[in-house]
């Protein structure tokens, strides 16, 4: 992995760390609380994998997986 990756995937998981911080705080009320921050973690791992994926299937598996994750957080 080379130094922009790793940098990309530090802003990544700094973003998350915020959207979780203000998801939990916006939605602390609601009962399906814990299925949307699986969600959102489903989401971040798809990304990372995308980043990080250096063969062809895992680029596909990681840009599938955020097409699906996004579907769930779009349904939700």
Not at 8 to 14: E, P, S
Not at 16 to 45: A, C, Q
Not at 51 to 58: A, F, M, N, P, V
Request: glycine share 10%.
């Amino acid at each position: 992995m080379n130094y922009l990756s790793r940098l990309i995937c530090r802003v990544v998981l700094f973003v998350r760390s915020f959207v979780h911080l203000y998801s939990l705080w916006y939605m602390k009320e609601d009962p399906r609380t814990v299925r949307f921050m699986g969600l959102i973690s489903l989401f971040t791992g798809f990304i990372l994998l995308l980043l990080i994926g250096e063969r062809l299937r895992l680029l596909f598996v990681g840009w599938e997986g955020i097409g699906v994750a996004s579907y769930g957080l779009i349904r939700f």
